[in-house]
């Protein structure tokens, strides 16, 4: 099992940047793939995934602007959000995959201030 805490979200005018991060209880080496998912009151989507490989995926909304990244001597994973947009409103969830097993965080708001 492994507990997931998210921190990094907030206000942000358009053009901002914000990083959010992804704090494991145990070491993210022992995890197949870590992600960064949104949820609004329509959908909830995949934002990144990176595998424990280094391998990184990203939706089409958010390629050139976001960037997940991982620090494994922090048991930590990021994501780098630039150029926020209003669409980028929502709450950000960092889910760990493990073969069967997916565990979720708790979620971090990310609001566009406009």
């Known amino acids: 099992q492994v507990q997931l805490v998210e921190s990094g979200g907030g206000l942000v005018q358009p053009g901002g940047s914000l990083r959010l991060s992804c704090a494991a209880s145990r070491s993210i080496d022992s995890i197949n793939a870590m992600g960064w998912y949104r949820q609004t009151p329509a959908k909830r989507e995949l934002v990144a995934v990176i595998t424990r490989g280094g391998a990184t995926n990203y939706a089409d909304s958010v390629k050139g602007r976001f960037t997940i990244s991982r620090d494994s001597a922090k048991n930590t994973v990021f994501l780098q959000m630039n150029t926020l947009q209003p669409e980028d409103t929502a709450v950000y969830y960092c889910?760990?995959?493990?073969?069967?097993?997916?565990?979720w965080g708790q979620g971090t708001q990310v609001t566009d201030s406009s």
């Open positions: 889910k760990a995959e493990n073969g069967p097993f997916a565990y």
